[in-house]
């Protein structure tokens, strides 16, 4: 329908995807949308998180301007999060800006970064250290996409999902644990479910906070630990999602401490995660090393006051100064 008012409005739809998704999808969604299909108006890129890339990005805005895209036309936005993050940002930045519609098919794109606009590529310095902030105009989430998801980053993109239980509270991680051999097997209604509370959750405090200056920061939960360890052993080695989940169980041992969090929530957690398939321990990098990396993002120092933990389930606390000492007591928690 809306692909449709656009056309009314004289808008084409570029849509911008990736080689895997295009083969699994891109035909069938092409059709709904009604849009053009063939090679003037779909770029399938490389898999990969090294398509979120500056190459990438010019590839991106050559092939719009090679095909005439005018400021009334559309980027859409078919895949993951890589695919999401670069087409966000091409959309922000082609002739100052072209509308934007997300097509999310990863769990994790899903449930959290095709919401709130944030648009992003990397450097060769470090992940998403070049982007902005760019609302979609739509968001088009379709679960049964997540069918054709390999096992493997279906699993790891739920480590997501048990961070939003956690954020949301009793209700929600009460629906996971209740259904989780459900969501093992991708069952459509329960994923409907999850991924619609998981957004409504996120829209909720990105409308509330939208250029991360307060609220935003909840939904770093287990980020502090997780971005470490993505850098201590490589992006490559360990998938986003699953840096994630051991993240979120550092987290909640570091609540206890500081914020007086029930020792039955590491339990749940981690019991939670280990039904998911989610690896709940690790060949811990040097401590030294983690420290390193955690505090580049400032989040822990001798004074810092960026990490996030959890007073309750569905009470998150933003601004912690968790010292040094203190996040490397907690690591042990996720030590193999
Ligand atoms: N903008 C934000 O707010 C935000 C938030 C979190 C993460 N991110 C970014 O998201 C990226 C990770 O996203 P991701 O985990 O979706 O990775 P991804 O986009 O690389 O997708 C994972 C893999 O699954 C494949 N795939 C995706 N959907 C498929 C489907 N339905 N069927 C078959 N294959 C499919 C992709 O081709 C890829 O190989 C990172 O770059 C991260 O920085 C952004």
């Given at each position: 329908m809306y692909a449709l008012q656009a056309a009314a409005a004289g808008s084409r739809l570029f849509v911008i995807t990736d080689e895997n998704v295009e083969r699994a999808w891109g035909e069938r969604i092409l059709d709904l949308l009604g849009a053009a299909s063939g090679g003037d108006y779909v770029l399938a890129l490389t898999p990969g998180e090294g398509t979120k890339s500056l190459s990438k990005l010019e590839v991106c805005w050559n092939w719009l301007a090679f095909r005439g895209a005018r400021r009334e036309d559309v980027v859409v936005a078919l895949g993951g999060g890589v695919v999401g993050d670069l087409a966000g940002f091409v959309a922000a930045t082609y002739l100052r800006g072209l509308s934007l519609w997300q097509i999310p098919t990863s769990v994790l794109a899903q449930v959290d970064s095709s919401i709130g606009g944030k648009t992003a590529v990397n450097l060769e310095a470090g992940k998403n250290l070049v982007g902005s902030f760019y609302q979609p105009d739509f968001v088009v989430i379709e679960p049964g996409t997540l069918a054709t998801l390999p096992e493997e980053e279906y699993v790891s993109g739920l480590g997501e999902v048990v961070k939003y239980c956690l954020l949301h509270g009793e209700d929600l991680l009460d629906v996971l644990e209740k259904n989780i051999d459900a969501v093992r097997v991708r069952d459509r209604q329960i994923m409907d479910d999850l991924v619609r509370r998981c957004v409504n959750y996120k829209a909720d405090v990105v409308e509330e906070d939208e250029f991360d200056q307060g609220r935003r920061a909840v939904l770093n939960l287990g980020h502090t630990a997780a971005h470490a360890l993505e850098r201590t052993v490589g992006y490559g080695a360990i998938s986003h999602g699953s840096a994630v989940a051991l993240g979120l169980l550092v987290a909640v041992a570091l609540s206890e401490e500081y914020?007086?969090?029930?020792?039955e929530v590491l339990t749940r957690t981690r019991r939670i995660l280990e039904r998911l398939g989610i690896p709940t321990t690790i060949d811990l990098p040097p401590v030294e090393s983690m420290l390193a990396a955690a505090t580049r993002d400032k989040k822990i120092s001798a004074g810092g006051t960026g990490f996030v933990g959890l007073a309750s389930l569905g009470a998150p606390v933003w601004g912690l100064n968790v010292t040094p000492a203190r996040f490397a007591a907690a690591l042990e928690v996720i030590r193999a």
């Open positions: 914020l007086g969090l029930e020792a």
